[in-house]
């Protein structure tokens, strides 16, 4: 097979031919993250074992309550924390979502954050009728007969 072209044309395409170039540094950067990509997929895969969900599940009842900056015992309603995601604070009704050290508390119009405290402790603060309420409910913990604050 014979050509017969001009200024040089007579050779096979080049790299340089081409108006984009491929900068030797980003392939040399892609081809060694490729080579970690296994490993971060199995350590992501592996389950952390430090982490674990909290469950807040169970009845609270309210140790104390704080108004006006004074501290008076309580004994409001208790707070029911269910298992499905679900609680009861006299007679509101809603679900509630742990996020970090916070308890979400919602329904449909209203909405409320509890501050979780070592000890089985939740705090609820609040503007009420009195100005701001801050009430404190401790976990009441019952089994089989036995029945302690934890």
């Not at 060694?32 to 169970?58: E, F, N, W």
């Not at 009861?88 to 996020?99: A, D, F, I, K, T």
Request: with cysteine; glycine share 8%.
């Amino acid at each position: 097979m014979s050509c017969t072209c001009t200024n040089g044309q007579d050779r096979r395409p080049q790299l340089r031919d081409l108006d984009v170039e491929i900068p030797m540094g980003y392939v040399r950067v892609a081809l060694r993250l490729l080579r970690y990509l296994p490993l971060t997929a199995l350590l992501m895969a592996i389950p952390s074992s430090y982490a674990q969900t909290v469950d807040l599940s169970g009845r609270y009842q309210c140790a104390q309550a704080k108004m006006h900056g004074k501290v008076i015992p309580c004994n409001a309603a208790p707070l029911i924390l269910k298992n499905d995601g679900r609680f009861e604070l006299r007679g509101w009704e809603g679900s509630y979502l742990v996020n970090g050290q916070w308890v979400e508390l919602s329904d449909s119009l209203i909405k409320a954050k509890a501050r979780i405290e070592p000890g089985h402790k939740i705090v609820l603060r609040y503007y009420g009728k009195h100005g701001l309420v801050e009430m404190t409910y401790v976990r009441r913990v019952a089994e089989l007969g036995k029945t302690a604050l934890s």
